[in-house]
């Protein structure tokens, strides 16, 4: 099994910025596409963005032009960098990775880590 482990969630101010940290580790041969969700109180789950091996990145039209992800394929670990937030931008965010364990591909979940946009 994967463990993808979130960090760098907190509390910010409008207009502020928060880095998120997402590291993947275990029975890992392959790291696939990985992305980050949220899900803020009361609604459904939803796709933030998305980025590939080769670093072609994805976002969903509310994040664009605010919100950047990367990852560093040698650490197996991929980042949000979350500039401009908005009260609305608070939710708890989560890591997610497809990948392949030797024996086959798998998609995992971390745990989340909690943004709170907030004066």
């Known amino acids: 099994q994967v463990q993808l482990v979130e960090s760098g969630g907190g509390l910010v101010q409008p207009g502020g910025s928060l880095r998120l940290s997402c590291a993947a580790s275990g029975s890992i041969l392959s790291l696939y596409t990985m992305g980050w969700y949220r899900q803020a109180p009361g609604k459904q789950r939803e796709l933030v963005a998305t980025?590939?091996?080769?670093?072609?990145?994805n976002y969903a039209d509310f994040v664009k032009g605010r919100f950047s992800i990367s990852r560093d394929n040698a650490k197996n670990t991929m980042y949000l960098q979350m500039n401009s937030l908005k009260p609305e931008d608070t939710a708890v965010y989560y890591c997610?990775?497809?990948?392949?364990?030797?024996?086959?591909?798998?998609?995992?979940w971390g745990q989340g880590t909690q943004v709170t946009v907030s004066s």
């Open positions: 997610n990775a497809n990948y392949n364990n030797g024996y086959k591909n798998l998609q995992g």
């Open positions: 980025i590939t091996v080769n670093g072609g990145t």
